[in-house]
């Protein structure tokens, strides 16, 4: 027997494998077809008013397992959403986490209001979106690491509601958000977001896929930089770690965990294939672990930091996974 279980965020959940952030975590049906799966789900990030979000086609999908999306944040709005998780949460056996969209993360108010909504509804913790508050995209150049503490202190205020810091590669350094997380007391770190820019090109029309021209990259393409910057938010704070970035199979989720995540998140490829990637990942990753004599998950959780290479053991010898 294989434990799966861990602990995260104040949440203890059956194994590791958590639906992500996106498009299929706001419609009743879906999110009860992925709460029987999952062992836990974050909602699409939700913004105070709804909106309508950027014209179409805003995601393309890759050759394999990648996509580019530029979506520009629908969604319908608290009180729509809250009403949403009110009928499914009874009808779903894993915890949900409330998303906050970045927009409402600048409001000197209202999110207040919005975490006490998500938690009356029945959300267990919130996961906040700060990615686009200092990348790329639409960065505000006075966004401070400073800001994310007090945001953060804005939600735990509300009945001590715990919160999932999520973070992005962008203009300020993981290791500086990381520290920031930790001052405004978040519960957890979760990262990493999509990552921009990014194009397809079609031959066709000679002219780039999305409305946006450029859109943020998910999936298989970007896991090494999910791995690494879980590797190096490891370095930089013990605060509980969510890897998200490409998870297509059970080895994948293992790297997470020797880098130093807890838990991780499933996004991209949940969309494409439908809620039956999770048991397809759990047996998986159940046959791994007991192929590599792991009883526990948890006993790996930061293993690779013991094994880094040391200046004098570095040389260009082949990759063996
Ligand atoms: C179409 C699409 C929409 C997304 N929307 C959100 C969102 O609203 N909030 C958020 O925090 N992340 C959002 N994400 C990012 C994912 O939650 C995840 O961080 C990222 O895609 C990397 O994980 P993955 O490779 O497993 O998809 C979205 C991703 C995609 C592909």
Redesign the pocket.
């Known amino acids: 027997m294989v434990d799966l279980s861990v602990n995260i965020a104040g949440l203890a959940l059956s194994d590791p494998l958590m639906l992500?952030?996106?498009?299929v975590g706001i419609r009743a049906d879906d999110l009860i077809a992925y709460g029987q799966v999952a062992s836990a789900i974050?909602t699409?990030?939700i913004s105070v008013n709804p909106s309508p979000g950027s014209p179409q086609p805003r995601?393309a999908k890759l050759d394999r397992d990648g996509?580019i999306?530029y979506?520009g944040?629908p969604?319908p709005g608290i009180d729509a959403v809250a009403e949403t998780l009110r009928e499914v949460c009874p009808l779903i056996p894993c915890p949900i986490i409330g998303?906050i969209?970045p927009r409402t993360l600048t409001y000197s108010s209202g999110l207040e209001q919005m975490v006490e909504k998500f938690v009356k509804a029945g959300a267990r913790a919130i996961?906040l979106?700060f990615?686009y508050l200092y990348d790329q995209a639409k960065g505000r150049l006075d966004f401070q690491a400073d800001n994310m503490s007090s945001v953060l202190k804005r939600v735990r205020g509300v009945a001590n509601t715990p919160a999932i810091a999520?973070l992005a590669y962008g203009s300020i350094d993981l290791a500086d958000l990381a520290k920031a997380a930790e001052d405004g007391g978040a519960a957890a770190i979760s990262a990493?977001?999509?990552v921009f820019p990014a194009m397809r090109i079609s031959l066709r029309s000679r002219r780039p896929l999305l409305s946006m021209n450029y859109g943020?990259l998910?999936?298989?393409p970007?896991?090494p930089l999910?791995v690494a910057a879980i590797f190096k938010l490891r370095e930089a704070t013990k605060l509980p770690l969510i890897g998200?970035?490409?998870?297509t199979a059970p080895e994948d989720v293992v790297e997470f965990i020797l880098a130093g995540a807890t838990a991780v998140?499933?996004?991209?490829?949940?969309?494409i294939q439908g809620p039956s990637v999770f048991p397809k990942l759990r047996s998986g990753l159940i046959e791994l672990l007991t192929n590599l004599k792991v009883s526990s998950i948890s006993e790996l959780v930061g293993a690779a930091h013991d094994n880094v290479r040391q200046v004098e053991d570095r040389q260009w010898d082949a990759v063996a996974t």
């Open positions: 992500g952030s996106g498009p974050v699409k990030s995601i996509m999306n979506e944040g969604n998303s969209s996961e979106d990615k999520k990493i977001n999509t943020g998910s999936g298989g970007i896991r999910a998200i970035g490409g998870v998140q499933v996004y991209t490829a949940a969309q």
